[in-house]
């Protein structure tokens, strides 16, 4: 009776455990979604044949199985687990943790130190890694959702080798719904459509997928669920998107391309993406200035124009109008002619600007306010543009140290071409009269 009992004690705590847990994978070989790095010719599956995994930084997503590969490593190599939060550990607790290390090293068994949200820590506590990495107390493996080259320092980077893992796909997360399927022994009652919109909810997170999955078995609906019964139930799982890191940078890098490439469904979709996930509409104005004057340029001068029209609007009407403001702006930078001749002539003047110094300009086109001025030949020469044919002098406005220089050569695309001509026309002038006062 007591077996009996102890059995069916057993078997509740297994069914109160979440899904996500329940479905833990027990070996590397069962990891889904990151074949690169388990499969057969995976990364780790070849390190942990090798007999020397080293230390990791694991990179990706959130629900990719971060801390799930970390664990089962392990495992692998017989090394003890030793996981530690990064939010809630500093420096002394760390030191405790190192000396527990060299403990267990000197008895023969190495531990794995496994820190969750690595990229949280901070300057000192990235530091205090170092010396420990050096003499092989620990093997490290850290989890980060966040760009590691941008939050991590250059000596712990330099000591640990990067690892991305990847964002479920509809495949990975159909055999993640599959698996739980079989694990509570009856199929999902959900309509193909709802199904696949309960991957789509997901956004490759496979915690937020079973998640899903347990609301929609707490339910016990009758008959299969369709898509608008699903989302009456589900509330839709926000986007991944930090305003002030990766998620942020690589969207407005996505948007800024696609504009560049001039595909504007492409533009179009990423600006939907920044503005679902709550980005501050002003801040993509901005970006769409930005893009007005370094990739279009006098191609289409008017540009400007509606990319600054179009955040003065949306800070008149504010949301939800404004941001068909920012819409309109967007397609039109997409399908303007691009040219970033400014862009780039700015460029080249700034750097000779520093390279040439605190030249005078000659003194023809200098202005003569006082008497010794005059008598220095400032302003002496200059001729009046206005008063020249054409309204043209052709004269060197240039530091003679420096010599005539050439930054803005304009695009043969839009406005541009005319700016071409006119520019050729003008140096052409310039070589005759300058020609004939030889």
Same mark, same amino acid.
């Given at each position: 009776m007591?077996?009996?009992?102890?059995?069916?004690?057993? =078997?509740?705590?297994?069914?109160?455990? *979440?899904?996500?847990?329940?479905?833990?994978?027990?070996? /590397?070989? #069962?990891?889904?979604?990151?074949?690169?790095? %388990?499969?057969?010719?995976?990364?780790?599956?070849?390190a942990i044949e090798s007999g020397?995994?080293?230390?990791?930084?694991?990179?990706?997503?959130?629900?990719?199985?971060?801390?799930?590969?970390?664990?089962?490593?392990?495992?692998?190599?017989?090394?003890?687990?030793?996981?530690?939060?990064?939010?809630?550990?500093?420096?002394?607790?760390?030191?405790?943790?190192?000396?527990?290390?060299?403990? !267990?090293?000197?008895?023969? !068994?190495?531990?794995?130190?496994? %820190?969750?949200?690595?990229? !949280?820590?901070?300057? =000192?506590?990235?530091?205090?890694?170092? *010396? %420990?990495?050096e003499d092989g107390t620990i093997v490290l493996v850290g989890a980060?959702?966040?760009?590691?080259?941008?939050?991590?320092?250059?000596?712990? /980077?330099?000591?640990?080798?990067?690892?991305?893992?990847?964002?479920?796909?509809?495949?990975?997360?159909?055999?993640?719904?599959?698996?739980?399927?079989?694990?509570?022994g009856s199929a999902l009652k959900l309509s193909p459509q709802a199904r696949q919109m309960i991957m789509s909810m997901a956004d490759g997170d496979g915690r937020a997928l079973l998640s899903y999955v347990? #609301? %929609?078995?707490?339910?016990? *609906?009758?008959? *299969?669920? #369709?898509?608008? #019964?699903?989302? =009456?139930?589900?509330?839709?799982?926000?986007?991944i998107y930090d305003k002030g890191q990766d998620g942020h940078y690589n969207l407005i890098s996505a948007l800024h391309k696609s504009v560049r490439g001039s595909d504007p469904d492409a533009a179009l979709y990423y600006l939907g993406r920044m503005l679902d996930a709550g980005e501050n509409p002003l801040y993509i104005g901005r970006r769409l200035v930005r893009m007005a004057v370094e990739d279009i340029g006098i191609a289409d001068p008017?540009?400007?124009?509606?990319?600054?029209?179009?955040?003065?609007?949306?800070?008149?009407?504010?949301?939800?109008?404004?941001?068909?403001?920012?819409?309109?702006?967007?397609?039109?930078v997409a399908t303007a002619p691009k040219s970033n001749a400014v862009y780039t002539a700015y460029k080249a003047a700034m750097a000779d600007a520093k390279q040439f110094g605190s030249l005078m300009p000659p003194k023809h086109i200098l202005n003569a306010p006082t008497k010794l001025m005059g008598a220095e030949g400032y302003g002496d020469g200059y001729r009046y543009d206005h008063d020249e044919d054409d309204a043209f002098s052709g004269q060197d406005y240039f530091p003679s140290e420096m010599g005539r220089k050439t930054y803005y050569t304009p695009a043969e695309r839009g406005f541009e071409r005319d700016i071409a001509k006119r520019l050729e026309y003008w140096a052409r002038l310039r070589t005759s009269r300058n020609q004939s006062e030889a």
């Open positions: 007591a077996d009996l009992f102890q059995t069916s004690l057993e =078997s509740a705590e297994e069914d109160s455990r *979440p899904l996500a847990d329940r479905l833990r994978p027990a070996t /590397l070989s #069962e990891v889904v979604g990151q074949d690169h790095l %388990v499969g057969d010719d995976g990364a780790l599956t070849r020397s995994i080293g230390s990791l930084l694991l990179w990706g997503p959130p629900g990719t199985g971060k801390t799930t590969i970390a664990r089962l490593l392990a495992d692998s190599v017989d090394m003890h687990f030793e996981q530690v939060s990064a939010i809630f550990s500093g420096v002394a607790e760390l030191k405790k943790l190192f000396d527990a290390a060299r403990l !267990r090293r000197s008895n023969g !068994r190495q531990t794995l130190f496994f %820190v969750d949200e690595i990229h !949280r820590f901070n300057r =000192s506590q990235q530091d205090s890694f170092l *010396p %420990v990495l980060t959702t966040e760009n590691p080259s941008f939050e991590l320092n250059a000596a712990l /980077l330099s000591r640990a080798r990067v690892l991305t893992l990847k964002r479920h796909s509809d495949h990975s997360l159909e055999a993640l719904l599959k698996r739980a399927e079989q694990q509570v347990e #609301e %929609v078995l707490r339910l016990e *609906p009758s008959k *299969p669920l #369709e898509p608008d #019964e699903l989302l =009456s139930y589900l509330q839709r799982r926000a986007p008017q540009a400007l124009t509606v990319t600054l029209a179009a955040k003065d609007a949306y800070d008149y009407l504010g949301s939800p109008e404004g941001e068909l403001a920012l819409a309109q702006a967007c397609v039109y």
